[in-house]
């Protein structure tokens, strides 16, 4: 009994220093890493006339992972010396949140950039700790963005030409979408050259996969013919459930060589990663995860550099 009370203070103790002593770092200088935290100042660029590879990261599913890999991929690219552009499209901010960027009432967020044309890419556009990696951040303004788009027209086209000006800066553009296919998702498919489908391995992932793939068919009819499927990416993944291995044969049965080869297995450092507002990679670079998503970009760089 009171060996039980003392691991659970214990664990109380270890959690609230785990956030909060990285609140006395805040401000800090940045000092150089050593080992294998070291951040790869390398510049790897993709060519000019690939650029930018624009990903939306969509799945009307909700918590099928579609924040956690647009954080994460990215940060795995930046880590190998891309540069790279985050579009938080979703008005929880949870990939802003991510990288510990939140939009105070008086700062301006994506919505200013789809519905102010004279709001300017660098007043909203936020870098991280990860040289290379810029984000547009989210605010729960964005919620309304969809209804005052639908009253303008070619409302569809508003991502497309916020980022005109801005988008040879960056090798990939990926963007993360709301769990709807709504008018902000449709925006970012009017503007993306690829999607990537996060699916979650478990019983319910199929459900409205019909029609997603019939939403990227009329997008691809109506708006923009170069729209592609990059890849279906299993995520949530554990091995050690019967159920998920069998869904993972099925998906890789139907869609073959759509599917990533490339499996995010289940990890806690996943949900412990966004509580420090950090990317898994710089969270905890030795992690399984973290190799998840290093073997991910390095699959999507394959990808769309032997396409081409
Ligand atoms: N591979 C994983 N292992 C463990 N937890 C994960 C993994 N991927 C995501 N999660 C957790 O599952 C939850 C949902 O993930 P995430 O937010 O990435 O999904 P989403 O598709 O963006 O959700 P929404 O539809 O609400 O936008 C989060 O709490 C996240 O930390
Ligand atoms: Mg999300």
């Given at each position: 009994?009171?060996?039980?009370?003392?691991?659970?203070?214990?664990?109380?103790?270890?959690k609230?220093?785990?956030?909060?002593?990285?609140?006395?770092?805040?401000?800090?200088?940045?000092?150089?890493q050593?080992?294998?935290?070291?951040?790869?100042?390398?510049?790897?660029?993709?060519?000019?006339?690939?650029?930018?590879?624009a990903?939306?990261?969509?799945?009307?599913?909700g918590?099928?992972?579609?924040?956690?890999?647009?954080?994460?991929?990215?940060?795995?690219?930046?880590m190998?010396?891309?540069?790279v552009l985050v579009?938080?499209?979703?008005?929880?901010?949870?990939a802003?949140?991510?990288?510990?960027?939140?939009?105070?009432?008086?700062r301006?967020?994506v919505?200013?950039l789809?519905i102010?044309?004279?709001?300017?890419?660098g007043?909203?556009?936020?870098?991280?700790?990860?040289?290379?990696l810029?984000?547009?951040?989210?605010?729960?303004?964005?919620s309304?963005?969809?209804?005052?788009?639908?009253?303008?027209?070619?409302?569809?086209?508003?991502?497309?030409?916020?980022?005109?000006?801005?988008?040879?800066?960056?090798?990939?553009?990926l963007?993360?979408c709301?769990?709807?296919?709504?008018l902000?998702?449709?925006?970012?498919?009017?503007?993306?050259?690829?999607?990537?489908?996060?699916?979650q391995?478990?019983?319910?992932?199929?459900?409205g996969?019909?029609e997603?793939?019939?939403?990227?068919?009329?997008?691809?009819?109506r708006?923009?013919p170069?729209?592609?499927?990059l890849?279906?990416?299993?995520?949530?993944?554990?091995?050690?459930?019967?159920?998920?291995a069998?869904?993972?044969?099925?998906?890789?049965?139907?869609?073959?060589?759509?599917?990533?080869e490339?499996?995010?297995?289940?990890?806690?450092?996943?949900?412990?990663?966004?509580?420090?507002?950090?990317?898994?990679?710089?969270?905890?670079?030795?992690?399984?995860?973290?190799?998840?998503?290093?073997?991910l970009?390095?699959?999507?760089?394959?990808?769309?550099t032997?396409?081409?």
């Open positions: 009994m009171f060996e039980t009370k003392g691991q659970e203070t214990a664990t109380v103790i270890k609230k220093s785990w956030l909060g002593l990285k609140e006395l770092f805040f401000g800090m200088p940045a000092i150089g050593n080992g294998h935290t070291a951040i790869d100042e390398k510049e790897t660029r993709l060519p000019v006339y690939l650029r930018p590879v990903v939306s990261i969509m799945n009307q599913k918590g099928c992972g579609k924040t956690t890999t647009a954080v994460n991929l990215s940060a795995a690219l930046a190998k010396g891309y540069r579009v938080d499209m979703d008005p929880q901010a949870h802003s949140l991510g990288f510990g960027i939140t939009v105070e009432e008086f301006r967020s919505y200013d789809l102010d044309p004279e709001a300017k890419f007043d909203v556009m936020r870098s991280t700790s990860i040289p290379g810029d984000v547009l951040p989210s605010s729960i303004r964005l309304s963005a969809q209804l005052e788009l639908a009253n303008v027209p070619r409302g569809e086209t508003a991502l497309k030409r916020s980022l005109k000006q801005v988008e040879k800066e960056y090798d990939f553009i963007i993360d709301p769990p709807t296919l709504n902000l998702t449709l925006n970012t498919l009017a503007y993306a050259s690829k999607i990537l489908v996060p699916i391995t478990h019983y319910y992932a199929m459900e996969m019909k997603l793939f019939r939403t990227i068919e009329a997008v691809r009819n708006f923009n170069k729209l592609e499927v890849g279906i990416l299993a995520t949530l993944y554990d091995r050690r459930v019967g159920v998920a069998e869904m993972l044969e099925a998906l890789r049965g139907y869609f073959q060589s759509r599917m990533f490339t499996v995010i297995n289940s990890s806690a450092k996943l949900i412990e990663a966004p509580m420090v507002h950090e990317p898994v990679i710089s969270y905890a670079p030795r992690s399984g995860a973290a190799e998840d998503f290093n073997r970009a390095t699959e999507v760089v394959n990808l769309v032997k396409e081409n």
